[in-house]
């Protein structure tokens, strides 16, 4: 009997030894590619401040626009995205609260001049306090820049917006314009 139970342990180790040896040598390991949206807007930072300005009787007349202001957005997008315009409503002349209408002020948007985005769609809007799009674009891209322009009214619309008490050389009416990227 000692024989069949010392043959068993022997039978059992071999058992045992042969299978810790055929343990398998590899294994898997699952990676995911995790992608967060990402989107981001800055106005060049040397062209915070746009001032149009009305100076002789054909601009009263025809409308003054700013220069066509180079990379005056500069976008990253991790996919398709648009872009909108407001402001915090009309332009203000304080301490007087006399207003200037903001749709008479025009944002045209055009592609950049260092990197454009490829099939972009831009479309001028005049100001308003809503959002509005000014530019879509089917696909993301790292610093895509855009081009603005600024238009003041013409035809006369500010020749009654002129007033001594607000300053003899100049009255000057502010808003806040604020552009926010949206993804697609």
Request: proline share 0%; no cysteine.
């Given at each position: 009997m000692k024989k069949v139970i010392l043959?068993?342990?022997a039978l059992i180790s071999v058992v045992f030894a042969g299978t810790a040896h055929a343990q398998s040598k590899t294994d898997n390991v699952t990676v995911n590619i995790k992608l967060k949206p990402?989107?981001?807007l800055v106005v060049n930072a040397g062209q915070k401040i746009v001032d149009l300005v009305y100076?002789?009787?054909?601009?009263y007349n025809d409308g003054v626009a700013s220069p066509v202001l180079a990379d005056h957005l500069k976008i990253f997008s991790t996919g398709a995205f648009e872009i909108q315009v407001k402001t915090g409503g009309n332009f203000e002349s304080n301490p007087s609260g006399e207003s200037i209408d903001a749709s008479s002020v025009t944002v045209t948007p055009s592609a950049g001049t260092t990197k454009a985005s490829t099939g972009a769609v831009?479309?001028?809007?005049?100001l308003s306090n809503s959002d509005q799009q000014i530019i879509s674009n089917t696909a993301g891209g790292r610093d895509l820049t855009v081009n603005v322009k600024y238009a003041g009214a013409?035809?006369?619309a500010y020749i009654n917006k002129f007033s001594k008490s607000r300053g003899v050389s100049e009255n000057v009416f502010t808003a806040q314009v604020t552009y926010t990227i949206l993804a697609l």
């Open positions: 043959a068993a342990v990402i989107h981001t100076t002789t009787e054909d601009d831009y479309t001028e809007k005049t013409g035809a006369d």
